[in-house]
T-cell receptor
Framework: AQTVTQSQPEMSVQEAETVTLSCTYDTSESDYYLFWYKQPPSRQMILVIRQEAYKQQNATENRFSVNFQKAAKSFSLKISDSQLGDAAMYFCAYRPEITSGSARQLTFGSGTQLTVLP | DGGITQSPKYLFRKEGQNVTLSCEQNLNHDAMYWYRQDPGQGLRLIYYSQIVNDFQKGDIAEGYSVSREKKESFPLTVTSAQKNPTAFYLC???????????FGSGTQLSVL
């Protein structure tokens, strides 16, 4: 079974600084997707960034980028120029590539609560 | 605007009572999902459905039931068999050719 581990329950960063959130996963699959979701106090889940395992290039979305290390099964999220609005719970998630059978859903980590200090 | 609507936002259940959480989407998505979120934890899958009139158990289906009579709707019933129902419940949907999961705004269920 796939598992996703986020070893940092809480992190803090100074406004305008850079922070990196860690995520590791365990899978025997070779093709899969990885995601970072953000959950602000409103509790709405918002997709931040996604990475296809077959792509060697790390995904980037404006101030958000990932460091994807497939061999190490590591998928960290880097937030640059942190803003107060980045304060939220961040979840790492994994989904295998669907080839047949059931449309298996995401497996989530336990989350990292990010505080942005003014 | 297209999206997923969950209702109610807050729900209270009395002991021994069944309650139903609503989830409606107008995104024309085939797949729909129900997740449970407990404080300090990630999301755990309760049930999912790939197509109308079909659904599958997730990791924590005991004490819950669902139906998928219409493509747009995927209601979740929390039965009296679920002994610890207090949690935040999130509904989500996904299109066939898009990896992005769209989430509703959630329902907080509490026990009186």
């Amino acid at each position: 079974a796939q598992t996703v581990t986020q070893s940092q329950p809480e992190m803090s960063v100074q406004e305008a600084e850079t922070v990196t959130l860690s995520c590791t996963y365990d899978t025997s699959e070779s093709d899969y997707y990885l995601f970072w979701y953000k959950q602000p106090p409103s509790r709405q889940m918002i997709l931040v960034i996604r990475q296809e395992a077959y792509k060697q290039q790390n995904a980037t979305e404006n101030r958000f980028s990932v460091n994807f290390q497939k061999a190490a099964k590591s998928f960290s999220l880097k937030i640059s120029d942190s803003q107060l609005g980045d304060a939220a719970m961040y979840f790492c998630a994994y989904r295998p590539e669907i080839t047949s059978g059931s449309a298996r859903q995401l497996t989530f980590g336990s989350g990292t609560q990010l505080t942005v200090l003014p | 605007d297209g999206g997923i609507t969950q209702s109610p936002k807050y729900l209270f259940r009395k002991e021994g009572q069944n309650v139903t959480l609503s989830c409606e989407q107008n995104l024309n998505h085939d797949a729909m999902y129900w997740y449970r979120q407990d404080p300090g934890q990630g999301l755990r899958l309760i049930y999912y459905s790939q197509i109308v009139n079909d659904f599958q158990k997730g990791d924590i289906a005991e004490g819950y039931s669902v139906s998928r009579e219409k493509k747009e709707s995927f209601p979740l019933t929390v039965t009296s068999a679920q002994k610890n129902p207090t949690a935040f419940y999130l509904c989500a949907s996904k299109g066939r050719f898009n990896e992005k999961l769209f989430f509703g705004s959630g329902t907080q269920l509490s026990v009186l």
